[in-house]
């Protein structure tokens, strides 16, 4: 082997000056007799008297000039084979061997995953319908990679904001992950962070709208009244307090009273395209308010609908419920804006 050494030595060659054999020598006195003898065998007659004349003159190599050969070796090797990491598992059995199954552990999971955690638990603070937006996008491994390091609560919230049409992709390709290699997680990490750079610019003002909603929906008092003195200083935010204050979810808990008049208010095709998706409970508490006849035939129209745009049903959410702040701005209905507590 080459005596390595980090005192400098005016017969060795500069890192910037290696010649394409001198980096070739240096790769063999690097690996070790048997690896470079056996490197030394697919060499022509030529090829070999040429690389170990300059292997016998090499002495008092620096660390950086090693460094140096050493990693554009690899650069080299990358381009041509086409390998562009290790395996997990390839991984282990080589770390088991070279450095026991404690550290190998520990490294590895230094490697795969780790990392990347915490960014992840800090993405439970946003939206699940913000985080689909962000993904979607994304080609559909990066979309199960990113579901994978999710809790599965959050998760399946994400997958219901996905377009119906990839869902079953997006999963199938949850189930099928096993091992993913370093460059995938390379890649999840990038994206991870332009995620938590935008949740950063805007948390603010989203989870601020969304408390001060849930404020104003316990505020006992004259609770317009608040809303208005908001209203004087910024309408924009009040508008997004109120969207947020008259969620489409709210009506899956007003009593029957309530719901029986906001049915006479909104057409029965609107119910039929506000509904489709919507959650279990607010769909139980329209259609078992509903006379009969009219549940058959809202029934009916359901199914003749097929499918339709995820925009368009929002739209149609927003138009119902303004209808019933309407109804409960002027007296004729009276709204319970959050769950509350009750006593047996």
């Known amino acids: 082997m080459a005596e390595i050494n980090n005192s400098p030595e005016p017969t060795a060659p500069a890192a910037a000056e290696l010649s394409p054999v001198e980096q070739a020598a240096i790769v063999l006195l690097s690996i070790g007799e048997e690896p470079a003898a056996a490197v030394l065998r ?19 190599l620096k660390v950086e000039t090693v460094k140096t050969a050493m990693q ?5 090797y990358r381009q041509q084979s086409g390998v562009h990491g290790a395996s997990r598992s390839y991984l282990k059995r080589s770390l088991d061997l070279a450095l026991g199954g404690d550290i190998a552990n520990s490294v590895l999971n230094s490697i795969y995953g780790d990392a990347i955690r915490p960014k992840m638990a800090r993405l439970q603070w946003a939206s699940p319908k913000w985080l689909a937006d962000y993904i979607a996008n994304e080609h559909v491994r990066m979309q199960a990679v990113f579901l994978a390091f999710l809790p599965p609560t959050l998760a399946g919230s994400i997958i219901d904001a996905l377009p119906v049409e990839g869902r079953d992709l997006v999963l199938l390709n949850v189930a099928r992950l096993d091992e993913i290699d370093r460059d995938l997680l390379l890649e999840l990490d990038e994206l991870v962070g332009r995620c938590l750079a935008s949740l950063d610019m805007q948390s603010t003002s989203i989870e601020g709208v969304r408390q001060v909603a849930e404020i104003l929906n316990r505020v006992s008092g004259d609770r317009q009244q608040l809303v208005e003195l908001l209203r004087a200083h910024d309408p924009e935010v009040v508008s997004e307090i109120e969207f947020s204050m008259y969620d489409f979810f709210i009506l899956s808990r007003q009593p029957e009273v309530a719901i029986m008049r906001i049915i006479e208010e909104v057409p029965l095709e609107q119910w039929a395209i506000a509904l489709k998706g919507a959650e279990p409970a607010v769909r139980d508490a329209i259609l078992k308010t509903m006379p009969r006849r009219q549940a058959q035939s809202f029934e009916d129209m359901m199914r003749r609908a097929g499918p339709i745009p995820l925009s368009r049903i929002e739209q149609t959410r927003q138009e119902i419920m303004a209808q019933v702040k309407a109804l409960a701005d002027a007296g004729e209905i009276e709204i319970q804006l959050f769950a509350e507590a009750v006593v047996e």
Not at 42 to 59: F, G, I, N, P
């Open 72 to 76: 554009n070796f690899f650069d080299d």
């Open 42 to 60: 697919c060499l022509s007659r030529e090829e070999l008297l040429e690389v170990t004349q300059v292997m016998s003159r090499m002495s008092g």
